[in-house]
């Protein structure tokens, strides 16, 4: 079956203007048929108005004419280039390149060590890796482990500055929020007072450079 625009929609024009039968219109949209006798009895999709498929083109005259002499034939849809463009495209997965593979276990050793708030999907996610590597880095389990040390993906050329920090941000936003959660309070940073100098001090230095005598006094 072809999946068509708006079966919902479709499914309501069919039921208004047609005598096609509940399965026939449920094939045809995609539909369960109870969900159809739903849109019939005006329990469901009550509020969308109908879209007929001979204007939009992904059903024919002959087609319709057809289904409704015969309810045993179900219809072909047909296949429209607008639904195709409109089809939801999968992501491709991360891919890096095989000359860099072998900097990822340095890259995942950087993220253990620096940002452990950093959860393993998204490192998986953002270096195109598996959980389990990342496992294996983390408790020195990796077939290479005596030769990976931390470094930072940036400089491997694995990920971007702008999208790693990104990652860091929300990483520590949320660990943030979790602790604030549980009760557990953030450390304050406070700002050191500037260490004042007393006048006596000031006074001795305000002439230049200080002397012998200045600094340990005269002798007499």
């Not at 309501?12 to 969900?35: D, K, M, R, Y």
């Not at 400089?155 to 929300?170: A, F, H, Y």
């Amino acid at each position: 079956m072809t999946e068509i625009l708006m079966p919902k929609a479709t499914a309501v024009w069919l039921v208004e203007n047609t005598s096609l039968t509940f399965e026939q219109i449920a094939e045809f949209c995609g539909l369960h048929p109870l969900e159809v006798r739903g849109i019939a009895d005006g329990d469901v999709a009550r509020d969308i108005r109908g879209a007929d498929p001979l204007v939009n083109g992904q059903l024919t005259r002959e087609e319709l004419e057809k289904a409704q002499n015969d309810s045993t034939y179900r219809m072909k849809a047909v296949v429209s280039r607008h639904a195709e463009l409109l089809k939801p495209t999968k992501k491709a997965p991360k891919y890096t390149p095989v000359s860099r593979r072998q900097d990822r276990p340095d890259a995942i050793m950087w993220f253990v060590r620096n940002h452990p708030e950093v959860p393993d999907t998204q490192i998986a996610k953002l270096l195109g890796t598996t959980k389990a590597t990342i496992e294996s880095v983390r408790n020195r389990t990796h077939w290479n482990s005596a030769n990976i040390k931390p470094v930072d993906p940036v400089t491997l050329g694995l990920v971007g500055q702008l999208q790693l920090d990104e990652v860091i941000r929300k990483a520590a936003d949320k660990k943030a929020k979790d602790d604030a959660a549980n009760g557990i309070l953030q450390p304050v940073v406070t700002e050191e007072a500037p260490v004042e100098i007393e006048e006596e001090e000031e006074d001795r230095y305000a002439n230049g450079e200080p002397t012998a005598e200045s600094v340990f006094g005269s002798r007499d």
